[in-house]
């Protein structure tokens, strides 16, 4: 597989890191879990490589909904599909630059840029967008992540896009739960991708260096 498609890729040892002895850290994952992202984030890390190939490179959109096709078998992924399979919250603010100017102030005065790895001078869309994640789980924003993530999926697939491909985890789920589709090997995630409580301990370890 790509290796985009493990560094677009997100996981969470929920369960490692909640029993970490750092409460600060505990707060911010035990606040990622009330964002209601923690079905998507935290969901079993199994992929299936050669489906997801196969998945993006036969993916389109028709009418909003995912189209593609998995070993020759057509694969269909609404949004209201997706929001289920995750649990993810369907109200809320829908885009990140919605995010009110108020909040973004309060966040800016709890929330060390550092932590988010910046460096100087690279202010740049990503790290603004990096920034608005932790702003709207810190702060408790209440935002659609259905449609903001399975937008975010829509621009992976979409061609000549410069999203990159991702949600490897997410998407191995999804294939996994359409009947009598044709997966081949699964293999587990890369454990130094995952949040767990010893990659969380060597993250800050290099940023108190």
Known sequence: MASSFYNNSQHVDFDSVLAMDDQGMVSIFQALMASGLAGFLGCPAVIYETALIDFFENASIRDGVIISTVGGQLVEISEE?????????????????????????????????????????????????????VTVIVCGVRMNWAKILFNTLKKMVSPGTKQAKGFAIQISLLLENIPNLELGESSAFPAYKILSDKTVHRIVSLYDR
């Open 81 to 133: 599909w997706f929001a289920e399979s995750f649990e993810l919250p369907a109200d809320g603010l829908g885009d990140l630059s919605e995010i009110p100017k108020d909040v973004i102030f309060d966040a800016k005065s709890i929330v060390s840029l550092s932590a988010i790895s910046v460096k100087a001078g690279s202010f740049n869309s990503i790290t603004i967008e990096k920034f608005s994640l």
